[in-house]
């Protein structure tokens, strides 16, 4: 039964292939002799060194335990009504003097509160996309600065990995019994609190908490309207704090405690961060921040009358008037209006409003500094500092300069005198007028001044500056109840010429299209020694280091050096000891607002899978699907490298069964529907499929398989009956038999949800992050009745061993459709329903190769032969848009942003006219498709015959031709995400899931292909998109070739057996809306644009 979770019911240049040259023979015996060198040269380790490493170590380590134990207090609920003042402070009124203490800035530390309930609009119960960039760049400011985020009704499998989540950013759950129908969020009871001086409730406690509750979990954006009140709120959490402050998860932080000045610490109550709006004296909601002073400060919301006297709001009798109320408005005014404190509205932010800043044009560059060292000082904390291009037209100037460059002291001195502020006061300080005063002058037109939309207008007279009287570069202050402004400037200096910098970006705009897929770098960022990243609209990007791109950093005798294991510490996917952390998005739809968005409704996670749990479908909570493990190859290996005695960790793979930096995973899916389940014999050939292919992968090599059943199914025998069969083929880890000796090194794995169907290309990227070798081989279709040949495993390792030290390889396995089943493995008796043999060609032999070249029984047109038809193919009307309609950055645009939809009476084209129609409309089908088989043949002849002239003296495989081969099938692909409607329809309808073997490295060091070239999970459908991920990493500068002597193919035999009754599918994008698909589509061709653009900018400077 299923609970709800939140309701109380430009590519390569032409290569570097090495071309056999004097040249390159002379750089190779270059670098034997340098080799030589440098063993002789280098200068031997002493004991006494190894002993002050040790002891270094040690250390260390002891200062990283103590920061991962930061206490936070725990929360008092026992006290919530009219006694929390008195607790607080002994008297029912707070008033008095405020604390003056002056402090260095060391002896400060701010607490940051921000509370988070997922959105109500049916996406997955999970923190946002950007959660991760938010935290990643929040650890920056960890020597002064703690971020507690008070969270509801997220299950503990979508939780973010707490280990690796920075110190300074700490969880703290609210609920009570996130799978109980009466589970509450905790929140609603604190924000009780500011009831706390009424002496009579008009909605008692008991009404008015679950009354608030349910405000909060259907409305979860009202919760900034509780941010003035925060310190009194949380107040049991704030004790060790010297400040608090609010602000958001749409935030990446730079430097804040290098911003945050002396006189900000010690001399002002609130301190405000705007991006040159002071005109508007608002208290901004996306970083301010207050002296913790329980009695004055802390108690200045108590103005606004729908904090304090929320009973009456609440009221039953005002419920059909209950709005929602700005925290920007009535605050701001109560602020504005006391005479006893100092207030100050600063310029120190960026803001992705407005297109035509350098935040759109160059990115938000986010430096990360230098890494981490043994000989780092005890005071070092991680590094956040964000830049960009002063104007639009200073790009080059980020190209040309160190993503470290803030280290240099010489150079940039004043940004490294910590107590000196980086924006200088110039002139005098002058009086600032609001509209409240040209009233009271008897101005009484001035009552009616609206400058902010967003807040009600009884606030605004207060707030509104006298237009024209306050600039960008004012800042404004408020002083024993007087405003004034007074200018300022950057320090001469401070930053490099042509570049800007503040403490935070606020992307309020960017955030409403962001998907996870876009953002992976930066959750392993900061472990990765990455130099940081660059943000931008479609996602994020990686900073590459200024001096090199390239994998080889030469040494000073030319000593090339490659690290061949970076994807272990770099990318977000598994190794033999780490789960991936990632959430995977198995089902989206299109959000309300903007358009062109999508939110995820359900989301699955390798953190919160359980190990043969047969209790799966009770707890499954609404949004999450269940993760069930039915086997694996886990347990306790010993580390590498270490001694006899040496303290193990947990590992969810073994290692000892593989070599992780050269091993080859195999990664399967396969999703059985309610179709499926009502026929128990195409289940048991669909499983009998999987483990043929396991079979065939071998031992000695990892697999994965991720099987999704559709929980929905009414009939629960039904879906009990299909896990019972998954774990009859498969078996547990407890339940070992000789039929099983196969799986010793697979990963087999059940995932839940009350979804039909979800998104291939999610569980796709679920898979592949499970893999814990370095290659991966993905995109087999068994639901096609794909069986892998049989050698495969053994072709695919030797290219990982040949490409060890080349990384960014992409393999391209090729995939037919026979004719006939294979006489040569024994594949039982034709009469069998059941596949109970398994079912291979041995290899590709000398017989096998004319066949599949005359194509006698072997196609590579598998929808020709597929038992499912497609129906209700869109191709009609993506070739029927207006041909004046522009392009984005080249070529013609796929279509209007509202499409009519075709009409249910017109008649559909068969799969084969379809396919002859794309072949009309797109020229590069056989530069794209055919040309990769054509040159995976010729190499797969050689392979076998050991020479060209073996099968028909007509194969060409000299370097230069298979060179070019390899150029041509590049551009191909890269000429499909041209966004033209010659290659759109192709692009979009290819009916083939490329298989591939991806290397978890790329090209050039920074980039980690399961991170730059995700599936893009919202493209559901079997006809969605499927060569865009071969597009991009092209367009990324992967070697794009193929991998000789290996095949997927489908027989008679498997076809029929998996053929369901069922005779037609939908196979289009399954998204209701064009608009967005083509959105979608823009920002995956951009992402990798811009990659390419600047790395290929980076090298040619290099």
Same mark, same amino acid.
């Given at each position: 039964?299923?609970h709800?979770?939140?309701?109380?019911?430009?590519?390569?240049?032409?290569?570097?292939?090495?071309?056999?040259?004097?040249?390159?023979?002379?750089?190779?015996?270059?670098?034997?002799?340098?080799?030589?060198?440098?063993?002789?040269t280098?200068?031997?380790?002493?004991?006494?060194?190894?002993?002050?490493?040790?002891?270094?170590?040690?250390?260390? @380590?002891?200062?990283? $335990?103590s920061?991962?134990?930061?206490h936070?207090?725990?929360?008092?609920h026992? +006290?919530?009504?009219?006694?929390?003042?008195?607790?607080?402070?002994?008297?029912?009124?707070?008033?008095g003097?405020?604390?003056?203490?002056?402090?260095?800035?060391?002896?400060?530390?701010?607490?940051?509160?921000?509370?988070y309930?997922?959105?109500? *609009?049916?996406?997955?119960?999970?923190?946002?996309?950007? $959660?991760?960039?938010?935290?990643?760049?929040?650890?920056?400011?960890?020597?002064?600065?703690?971020?507690?985020i008070?969270?509801?009704?997220?299950?503990?499998?979508?939780?973010?990995?707490?280990?690796t989540?920075?110190?300074?950013?700490?969880?703290?759950?609210? +609920?009570?019994?996130?799978?109980?129908?009466?589970?509450?969020?905790? @929140?609603?009871?604190?924000?009780?609190?500011?009831?706390?001086? =009424?002496?009579?409730?008009?909605?008692?406690?008991?009404?008015?908490?679950?009354?608030?509750?349910?405000?909060?979990?259907?409305?979860?954006y009202?919760?900034?309207e509780?941010?003035?009140?925060?310190?009194?709120?949380?107040?049991?959490?704030?004790?060790s704090?010297?400040?608090?402050?609010?602000s958001?998860?749409?935030?990446?932080?730079?430097?804040?405690?290098?911003?945050?000045?002396? *006189?900000?610490?010690?001399?002002y109550d609130?301190?405000?961060?705007?991006?040159?709006?002071?005109?508007?004296?608002?208290?901004r909601?996306?970083?301010?921040?207050h002296?913790?002073?329980?009695?004055?400060i802390?108690?200045?919301?108590?103005?606004?009358k729908?904090?304090?006297?929320? *009973?009456?709001?609440?009221?039953?009798?005002?419920?059909?008037?209950?709005?929602?109320?700005?925290?920007?408005?009535?605050?701001?005014?109560?602020?504005?209006?006391?005479?006893?404190?100092?207030?100050?509205?600063?310029?120190?932010?960026?803001?992705?409003?407005?297109?035509?800043?350098?935040?759109?044009?160059?990115?938000?560059?986010?430096?990360?500094?230098?890494?981490?060292?043994?000989?780092?000082?005890?005071?070092?904390?991680?590094?956040?500092?964000?830049?960009?291009?002063?104007?639009?037209?200073?790009?080059?100037?980020?190209?040309?300069?160190?993503?470290?460059?803030?280290e240099?002291?010489?150079k940039y001195?004043?940004?490294?005198?910590?107590?000196?502020?980086?924006q200088?006061?110039?002139?005098?300080?002058?009086?600032?007028?609001?509209?409240?005063?040209?009233?009271?002058?008897?101005?009484?037109?001035?009552?009616?001044?609206?400058?902010?939309?967003?807040?009600?207008?009884?606030?605004?007279?207060?707030?509104?500056?006298?237009?024209?009287?306050?600039?960008?570069?004012?800042v404004?202050?408020?002083? #024993?109840?007087?405003?004034?402004?007074q200018?300022?400037?950057?320090r001469?200096?401070?930053?490099?010429?042509?570049?800007?910098?503040?403490?935070?970006?606020?992307?309020?705009?960017?955030?409403?299209?962001?998907?996870?897929?876009?953002?992976?770098?930066?959750?392993?960022?900061?472990?990765?020694?990455?130099?940081?990243?660059?943000?931008?609209?479609?996602?994020?990007?990686?900073?590459?280091n200024?001096?090199?791109?390239?994998?080889?950093?030469?040494?000073?005798?030319?000593?090339?050096?490659?690290?061949?294991?970076?994807?272990?510490?770099?990318?977000t996917?598994?190794?033999?000891?780490?789960?991936?952390? #990632?959430? $995977?998005?198995?089902?989206?739809s299109?959000k309300?607002?903007?358009?062109?968005?999508?939110?995820?409704?359900?989301?699955?996670?390798w953190?919160g899978?359980?190990?043969?749990?047969?209790?799966?479908?009770?707890?499954?909570?609404?949004?999450?699907?269940?993760?069930?493990?039915?086997?694996?190859?886990?347990?306790?290996?010993?580390?590498?490298?270490?001694?006899?005695?040496?303290?193990?960790?947990?590992?969810?793979?073994?290692d000892?069964?593989?070599?992780?930096?050269?091993?080859?995973?195999?990664?399967?899916?396969?999703?059985?529907?309610?179709?499926?389940?009502?026929?128990?014999?195409?289940?048991?050939?669909?499983?009998?499929?999987?483990?043929?292919?396991?079979?065939?992968?071998?031992?000695?090599?990892?697999?994965?398989?991720?099987?999704?059943?559709?929980a929905?199914?009414?009939?629960?025998?039904?879906?009990?009956?299909a896990?019972?069969?998954?774990?009859?083929?498969?078996?547990?880890?407890?339940?070992?038999?000789?039929?099983?000796?196969?799986?010793?090194?697979?990963?087999?794995?059940?995932?839940?949800s009350?979804?039909?169907?979800?998104?291939?290309?999610?569980l796709? #990227?679920?898979?592949?992050?499970?893999?814990?070798?370095?290659?991966?081989?993905?995109?087999?279709?068994?639901?096609?009745?794909l069986?892998?040949?049989?050698?495969?495993?053994?072709?695919?390792?030797?290219?990982?061993?040949?490409?060890?030290?080349?990384?960014?390889?992409?393999?391209?396995?090729?995939?037919?459709?026979s004719?006939?089943?294979?006489?040569?493995?024994?594949?039982?008796?034709?009469?069998?329903?059941?596949?109970?043999? =398994?079912?291979f060609?041995?290899?590709?032999?000398? *017989?096998?190769?004319?066949?599949?070249?005359?194509?006698?029984?072997?196609?590579?047109?598998?929808?020709?032969?597929?038992?499912?038809?497609?129906?209700?193919?869109?191709?009609?009307?993506?070739?029927?848009?207006?041909?004046?309609?522009?392009?984005?950055?080249?070529?013609?645009?796929?279509?209007?942003?509202?499409?009519?939809?075709?009409?249910?009476?017109?008649?559909?084209?068969?799969?084969?006219?379809?396919?002859?129609?794309?072949?009309?409309?797109?020229?590069?089908?056989?530069?794209?498709?055919?040309?990769?088989?054509?040159l995976?043949?010729?190499?797969?002849?050689?392979?076998?015959?050991g020479?060209?002239?073996?099968?028909?003296?007509?194969?060409?495989?000299?370097?230069?031709?298979?060179?070019?081969?390899?150029?041509?099938?590049e551009?191909a692909?890269?000429?499909?995400?041209?966004?033209?409607?010659e290659?759109?329809?192709?692009?979009?309808?290819?009916?083939?899931?490329?298989?591939?073997?991806?290397?978890?490295?790329?090209?050039?060091?920074?980039?980690?292909?399961?991170?730059?070239?995700?599936?893009?999970?919202?493209?559901?459908?079997?006809?969605?998109y499927?060569?865009?991920?071969?597009?991009?990493?092209?367009?990324l500068?992967? #070697?794009?070739?193929?991998?000789?002597?290996?095949?997927?193919?489908?027989?008679?035999?498997?076809?029929?057996?998996?053929?369901?009754?069922?005779?037609?599918?939908?196979?289009?994008?399954?998204?209701?809306?064009e608009?967005?698909?083509?959105?979608? @589509?823009?920002?995956?061709?951009? =992402?990798?644009?811009?990659?390419?653009?600047?790395?290929?900018?980076?090298?040619?400077?290099?």
């Amino acid at each position: 039964m299923m609970h709800s979770s939140r309701r109380p019911s430009a590519g390569k240049m032409s290569s570097s292939r090495s071309n056999s040259s004097n040249a390159a023979m002379r750089h190779k015996l270059r670098h034997v002799v340098n080799n030589i060198l440098i063993n002789l040269t280098q200068p031997r380790p002493s004991r006494a060194l190894y002993a002050m490493i040790s002891i270094l170590s040690v250390g260390t @380590l002891f200062l990283l $335990f103590s920061a991962l134990g930061a206490h936070v207090p725990s929360p008092n609920h026992a +006290n919530l009504g009219h006694d929390v003042a008195e607790m607080a402070d002994g008297s029912h009124f707070y008033s008095g003097k405020k604390s003056s203490t002056t402090k260095s800035n060391n002896d400060h530390r701010m607490a940051i509160v921000i509370p988070y309930l997922p959105p109500s *609009d049916g996406a997955s119960p999970t923190f946002p996309p950007y $959660f991760d960039l938010f935290a990643m760049s929040a650890s920056g400011s960890a020597s002064h600065i703690d971020y507690l985020i008070f969270h509801c009704f997220i299950p503990p499998e979508l939780l973010p990995d707490v280990g690796t989540l920075p110190s300074n950013v700490k969880l703290i759950d609210l +609920n009570t019994d996130i799978s109980s129908k009466d589970n509450q969020c905790g @929140l609603a009871k604190l924000f009780t609190r500011v009831t706390d001086q =009424r002496q009579t409730l008009e909605t008692p406690l008991d009404k008015l908490i679950p009354t608030l509750s349910s405000q909060i979990i259907y409305y979860p954006y009202i919760l900034v309207e509780y941010k003035p009140a925060f310190g009194h709120i949380f107040a049991d959490y704030l004790t060790s704090y010297s400040h608090w402050g609010y602000s958001d998860i749409d935030v990446v932080f730079g430097d804040m405690t290098r911003w945050i000045d002396t *006189d900000e610490w010690n001399d002002y109550d609130i301190v405000t961060y705007g991006f040159g709006d002071q005109d508007k004296l608002y208290l901004r909601g996306q970083f301010t921040f207050h002296k913790n002073d329980p009695k004055v400060i802390n108690q200045l919301w108590r103005h606004c009358k729908y904090l304090s006297e929320m *009973d009456i709001r609440y009221s039953e009798k005002n419920a059909s008037e209950r709005k929602f109320e700005s925290a920007e408005g009535c605050y701001s005014q109560a602020v504005i209006m006391r005479k006893d404190i100092k207030v100050k509205w600063a310029v120190k932010a960026f803001s992705d409003v407005g297109e035509g800043s350098p935040v759109y044009t160059q990115g938000m560059y986010l430096s990360l500094g230098s890494a981490p060292s043994w000989t780092s000082s005890r005071s070092y904390v991680p590094k956040s500092v964000l830049y960009t291009a002063a104007d639009i037209h200073s790009g080059k100037k980020l190209l040309d300069l160190s993503t470290n460059w803030f280290e240099d002291k010489t150079k940039y001195a004043i940004y490294n005198q910590k107590d000196m502020a980086l924006q200088k006061y110039e002139g005098a300080k002058s009086k600032v007028e609001t509209y409240r005063t040209l009233y009271e002058n008897g101005d009484k037109e001035a009552k009616d001044v609206k400058c902010m939309y967003w807040a009600p207008k009884d606030y605004q007279m207060d707030i509104c500056t006298v237009e024209g009287t306050v600039s960008s570069d004012d800042v404004v202050t408020l002083e #024993n109840g007087v405003l004034y402004k007074q200018k300022f400037r950057l320090r001469k200096d401070v930053f490099p010429p042509g570049i800007n910098s503040f403490p935070f970006f606020h992307f309020q705009e960017w955030k409403r299209v962001y998907r996870s897929t876009q953002l992976l770098m930066s959750q392993n960022a900061r472990s990765a020694a990455s130099p940081g990243l660059i943000v931008t609209k479609e996602g994020s990007l990686p900073l590459f280091n200024t001096e090199s791109t390239s994998w080889r950093k030469q040494s000073k005798l030319g000593k090339p050096k490659i690290v061949s294991n970076d994807w272990m510490i770099s990318d977000t996917g598994s190794t033999s000891s780490r789960q991936s952390s #990632n959430k $995977f998005c198995l089902k989206s739809s299109l959000k309300g607002y903007p358009k062109g968005a999508t939110v995820c409704n359900v989301s699955a996670s390798w953190m919160g899978a359980r190990a043969n749990d047969s209790s799966s479908s009770s707890t499954m909570v609404e949004g999450s699907a269940t993760v069930n493990i039915i086997r694996s190859p886990a347990a306790t290996s010993k580390l590498r490298g270490k001694k006899k005695g040496d303290s193990t960790i947990p590992s969810w793979w073994d290692d000892k069964l593989f070599d992780a930096v050269n091993g080859v995973t195999l990664s399967l899916t396969l999703q059985i529907t309610l179709a499926d389940m009502k026929d128990e014999a195409v289940v048991k050939n669909l499983l009998s499929l999987a483990d043929s292919n396991i079979y065939t992968w071998g031992t000695h090599q990892p697999s994965v398989l991720l099987i999704y059943l559709d929980a929905s199914v009414e009939d629960g025998d039904m879906l009990a009956r299909a896990r019972e069969l998954v774990k009859e083929t498969f078996g547990t880890n407890d339940n070992e038999t000789p039929q099983t000796a196969h799986l010793k090194g697979s990963l087999v794995t059940i995932v839940e949800s009350e979804e039909p169907s979800v998104s291939r290309k999610a569980l796709m #990227n679920m898979a592949a992050h499970a893999a814990p070798t370095r290659w991966i081989v993905t995109g087999l279709e068994l639901e096609r009745g794909l069986v892998l040949s049989k050698e495969a495993s053994l072709h695919a390792t030797r290219e990982a061993l040949v490409h060890t030290n080349m990384p960014g390889h992409a393999f391209v396995i090729p995939q037919f459709a026979s004719t006939r089943d294979d006489t040569r493995a024994n594949a039982g008796k034709e009469e069998d329903v059941f596949l109970t043999e =398994r079912h291979f060609f041995s290899s590709v032999g000398a *017989d096998l190769l004319p066949m599949i070249r005359e194509k006698q029984t072997m196609s590579s047109n598998l929808e020709e032969f597929d038992c499912m038809k497609c129906s209700g193919s869109k191709l009609d009307a993506v070739e029927d848009k207006d041909d004046d309609e522009s392009g984005l950055g080249g070529g013609e645009s796929f279509g209007d942003d509202e499409e009519e939809e075709a009409s249910p009476d017109e008649e559909e084209e068969d799969d084969g006219q379809q396919r002859r129609r794309l072949t009309e409309l797109s020229s590069f089908e056989k530069s794209a498709e055919v040309q990769l088989e054509d040159l995976w043949w010729n190499l797969s002849v050689v392979q076998v015959y050991g020479t060209a002239g073996g099968f028909n003296s007509k194969v060409k495989t000299s370097l230069s031709t298979v060179s070019k081969a390899e150029d041509h099938i590049e551009v191909a692909l890269l000429s499909l995400l041209d966004r033209s409607k010659e290659h759109e329809p192709y692009l979009r309808h290819f009916d083939k899931s490329p298989i591939l073997m991806i290397d978890r490295n790329g090209p050039r060091k920074g980039m980690m292909t399961l991170d730059l070239a995700a599936e893009v999970e919202e493209f559901r459908g079997r006809k969605c998109y499927n060569l865009l991920r071969l597009a991009q990493l092209a367009v990324l500068s992967y #070697n794009i070739i193929v991998l000789p002597g290996v095949f997927a193919a489908s027989y008679p035999k498997t076809r029929s057996a998996v053929c369901k009754k069922e005779k037609t599918q939908r196979c289009d994008c399954e998204l209701e809306s064009e608009a967005t698909i083509k959105q979608l @589509l823009i920002d995956e061709v951009k =992402r990798p644009g811009k990659i390419a653009v600047l790395m290929n900018e980076l090298e040619s400077k290099v």
